[in-house]
């Protein structure tokens, strides 16, 4: 146990922090502390942990992917034209075509970062707004409803009923929970995992080391653009549409949930728990904002200053705030 | 004529010959493509809608050039915008005189600069990266805005305004010449300053900069209150343009920012850049823009466009790489 | 140092089959550039061997010839362990155990040190299970070898360099390597951790691998290594015993040129003084320390790395704030709060990492050099007026006989020798009253470190009071009025070159 808080000590913080906010709402308001609140807020939720461990991977190899979203609704469009050329189709057929039109769009940034030696954040800026632009000049943003049943069905994987109403917990979670572990083991149990951390670490030690730079960044975007298209399928499943437009700008806040999870933007670090607590965090913060009734429009603000305060306190580590105050170092 | 191209090289820097050449070449391509390209109207057109991008992207070029980047500059220019627009209804709303105005403006500048300063200071003092502070700011001002607006469109002021977002000074229309000045500022605030040598020294080597005696958490404080100032002047004029005031006005706009900068020979690692080629490049992009509209052609199209540019751009820097530099 | 280590021979070089044999080994680059020619290399098996030689004589060339990052033109024969080799790839080099660790280490700081000396068994395109237990097996086995232990659950980046070049070595010991080359591995160590290094270094040499060392800590190398290879601008000058070999003799092989080294002392007591300082004392840096600093005096400051003399160096420029103790300049006493305060003082520092600190490299030159005068070379309205910077600029490159290109180059287009010229014109035109050098001729040539000790002594006659702190006694002995040493953070010497010898300095500060 100690050795993991050593070893993890953001996500210990974390954790804890997490923890305080939900001693918090208990007491503040009636319905947070029950087990259909916590199901609703897992199977809401799911989709932003599944693209933020796609994130990890990618800023773990020193990176950083702006570009996921769109990368979602343009998987999310194709993928009705060729469920309907395939006439129906299964979640099987479903998860293989997303991944691998999500694989595509995530090599084409790789490429562009690999072949042209382009930083990263300007990639993706750019292929968000040239995907963008295309798929709405494209669609002319019309909403597509006509989904085949097997795809918007409500699919539970566990439910009981309580005091309190029915817990639910549906196929998003198991989802989730797969692209969790997956990650988990590439990251932590596969050498390529490994050899990922190092490249983000010291780029130029790996490439010496002989670990192949460009099939690096092709793994790191691909698993980004793997779980970009896994999350836009699974969305249209929790909101039974696709809307070209609806996912754009829920890149910044699974960008900002990752980070506060412990990843750095200087690459080497970062872990999935941590992206599932930075997630929960702030989840569980807006859910208890509207709970306790405080006007939907001030959650961003609050979101706003629980990064600033965290990235803060992750630069700030108490020792060094002691060595500066003692002498100008 | 040899004279002129070595000191034109010097003075604008970074292939801007090559830029002047791309933008009549563009303007070209345009008024073939077009009859209604080559005219006064148009031409009148662009010179409105350019300085609003050009102000932003000034903005962004100060950090760049320091190695960072301020993801927040649209946001921070409407929420300047919502002050000024605050102390106009509070003052009278339609019937605002000019001193209010300027009031409002002086206090929408204070704000733009109160923000860029905060995050200053947390990339100053605290050492955090400027995507991020800048990423946190984004997301603090566009909820601080979207409360105080409840996502809605503020409007109802004054005429004279009118004045200033659509009027003309000697044939020109009044933002462009306030673009103008603003730009001629910033370049003399970037070459021939104390704090615009630092700029440049912060951003190719920020610890070795330290050591030579720059003032390096000033000059970082510095820029992003600069940059927010800016973003500020941005969110006046895009006020008296539009005559309302909505929180994510412009959004779009933050890629282009970017794009013009590494058009206009801006180092994505920092240390390098001038206003002139990227006003230039501002240029490139209003026309593609503008000529782009008038083909018929719908936003979301330019919007692709710019990004594709983007791309092409970079590219073609990797091809051809700055030969001045080691 | 000194009669404590004994050279180790290893096995005897001569009798069974060289680690490698490298004949007629020539490099050009573009055509032009003849960066080797005909040049031959020999390590015998568990050598201890020095490749010696000046900036640009080869050595990085040859190193990477021979584990096949470069190719050699036609001609060359190469042998590895006996076997003879016509092309040779960066992973037919490592096959032949032929490992290199160079200054920057290559680590990885976020992984642990388990990770980073296993590293090798982790690479490879397919991705395979990673077994965290085989990892930290094959890691002990390699620290086993070394007869060393380290925690190998700590992240990387918390252990100090000492550490890290450990693990550096470990990491080459599991690819079983059987020749590694060493670039300048002492340069961040302190005396204790130098002894530990050579003391593996030493265990390696017993078990059979050769340890080429390049460093230009000419007196260390003399003590561990059994032969030394000098390279001077491409050509081989020589192959020697380093038993009986001077260092220099050494200097006068490396560059082709003889040194009168001539002590330079002068008396400069009756000189006003400049910079005193009484009882300073910084926790875990220094303590007790107080010395006096004339006009026109060159103080040195001597001692092991570790001993606080770049930590002083940056109380007294300003960069951190003592916990006791004055500091006075021209009598009045100075509270500084960071080193602008000390360069409006007029204290200069040139630091010892010129490359990361020193200079701001993508920039130019005429930039670099009046980054700490910008208030000198503004005009009117508070704009910077570019007559006076190149007036500035002027004076300064002229005065120091800096010889470049255009002023807008790129400052990273210079010389080392050149580069430490623009770092001293910098300081020189903040007009300072004491100039604090540390460590200034590091990694420039032996040949254009005379130009700078002649600039250091004009400027003492011109009435500067310079500190020069350096870890390389002789250049303290010859270049410096009085020195003081320094060992774990106190003062505990003081001589006189006049009265010293430098074998009786040496003995002082190495004991």
Known sequence: ?329 | ?326 | MGAMFQKDQGLDAGASVPAIRLSHVSKMFAGVVRALDDVSFEVGRGEIHCLAGENGSGKSTLIKIITGVYKPEPGAGMEYFGKAETSITPNSARGHGIAVIWQDLALFPEMTVAENIGFDTLLGSWPRLVSHRGIRETAQAALAKLGLDLDLEARLNTQPIAVRQVVAIARALVSDARLIFMDEPTASLTQAETDHLLAVVRTLSAAGVAVVFVSHRLAEVLEIASRVTVLRDGRLVGVYETQGMTQSRLTELMTGKTFDMVVGARDSSANRTVLEVKNLARQDEYEDVSLVIRAGEIIGLTGLIGAGRTELGHTLFGMTRPDRGTTCLDGEVLTMRSNRDAVAAGIAYVSEDRLALGLVQPQSIADNLVMPVLRKISGRGGLLSRRKKGDVVGKWLTDLAIKIGRSEDAVATLSGGNQQRVVLAKWLATEPKVLILDSPTVGVDVGARAGIYKIVRKLADQGLAILLISDEVPEVYFNTDRILHMAGGRLIGEYDPRRTTLHELEVAVYA
């Open chain 1, 1 to 329: 146990m100690r050795s993991f808080i050593r070893a993890n000590p953001t996500e210990t913080k974390l954790f804890l922090v997490l923890v305080a906010i939900c001693l918090f709402l208990s007491l503040a308001s009636d319905s947070f502390l029950t087990l259909g609140n916590f199901a609703s807020l897992l199977n809401n939720n799911s989709v932003n942990v599944i693209w933020a461990v796609g994130l990890l991977v990618v800023l773990i190899a020193g990176g950083i992917d702006i570009s996921f979203a769109v990368a979602a609704s343009v998987v999310q469009y194709l993928c009705v034209y060729a469920f309907e050329a395939i006439g129906g189709g299964n979640w099987v057929i479903g998860f293989l075509v997303a991944g691998a039109l999500g694989i595509a769009l995530g090599f084409i940034n790789a490429a562009l970062v690999h072949y042209f030696r382009i930083i990263s954040i300007v990639v993706t800026i750019a292929t968000f707004n040239a995907m963008f632009g295309l798929l709405m000049f494209i669609t002319s943003g019309r909403y597509l409803y006509n989904l085949p049943e097997w795809w918007t069905d409500r699919v539970m994987i566990f439910e009981t009923q309580t005091a309190g109403g029915w817990v639910e917990l549906a196929l998003p979670v198991a989802v989730m929970a797969g692209a969790m572990t997956a990650t988990w083991f590439l990251i932590r149990h596969t050498t390529t995992g490994r050899q990922l951390f190092a490249f983000g670490d010291n780029p130029e030690g790996a490439r010496r080391a002989g670990v192949n730079v460009g099939l690096m960044q092709f793994i790191a975007f691909g698993w980004m653009g793997l779980m970009a298209g896994i999350g836009g399928l699974i969305q249209a499943n929790i909101v039974k549409e696709v809307v070209p437009n609806a996912l754009i700008g829920r890149e910044l806040e699974v960008l900002a949930a990752v980070v506060l999870g412990g990843a750095r933007l200087g690459g080497g670090r970062g872990s999935v728990l941590g992206c599932f607590l930075g997630v929960l965090l702030v989840a569980v913060t807006q859910n208890g904002l509207n709970l306790l009734g405080v006007s939907p429009f001030a959650f961003k603000m609050v979101v706003g200053v629980i990064i600033l305060i965290a990235i803060s306190m992750s630069n700030l580590e108490l020792d060094v705030l002691v060595k500066a105050v003692r002498g100008g170092r």
């Open chain 2, 1 to 326: 004529m040899k004279a002129l191209y070595a000191w034109l090289d010097t003075e604008l820097g970074s292939g801007a010959i090559g830029l002047v050449g791309f933008l009549l070449l563009v303007v070209m391509v345009f008024s073939l493509a077009t009859p209604q390209f080559l005219t006064v109207a148009n031409f009148g057109s662009m010179a409105f809608q350019l300085p609003e991008l050009g102000l932003l992207t000034l903005a962004m070029l100060m950090p760049i050039i320091s190695g960072g980047l301020n993801l927040a500059i649209v946001y921070t220019a409407n929420i300047s915008g919502l002050t000024l627009a605050w102390i106009l209804n509070q003052n009278g709303g339609v019937d605002a005189g000019v001193p209010v105005f300027l009031l409002g403006s002086a206090a929408a500048v204070a704000v733009g600069a109160l923000s860029g300063c905060v995050m200053g200071l947390v990339i100053a003092y605290v050492g955090a990266h400027p995507i991020l502070v800048s990423l946190a700011m984004m997301i603090f001002l566009r909820g601080l805005g979207e409360f105080l607006t409840r996502g809605g469109d503020i409007s109802g002021f004054p005429d004279f305004l009118h004045g200033i977002g659509h009027g003309f000074i000697l044939g020109i229309p009044v933002p462009m010449v306030i673009f103008l000045i603003v730009a001629l500022a910033w370049h003399v605030l970037l070459n021939r300053t104390r704090h615009g040598f630092s700029v440049f020294m912060v951003g190719s080597n920020v610890r070795a900069a330290l050591y030579s005696g720059i003032h390096t958490k000033r000059t970082l404080t510095l820029i992003y209150t600069f940059s927010g100032a800016m973003c500020a002047i941005a969110g006046i004029l895009m006020l008296t343009r539009f005559n309302s005031v909505r929180v994510g006005h412009g959004e779009a706009l933050l890629l282009v920012t970017v794009l013009a900068c590494f058009l206009g020979g801006v180092d994505p690692f920092g240390g390098f850049g001038r206003v002139a080629p990227v006003v230039l490049a501002l240029g490139i992009l209003q026309v593609l823009s503008s000529g782009l509209n008038l083909l018929g052609a719908n936003q979301h199209l330019s919007t692709a466009v710019w990004g594709l540019f983007l791309i092409a751009v970079m590219i073609l820097r990797w091809l051809a790489p700055d030969r001045r530099r080691v």
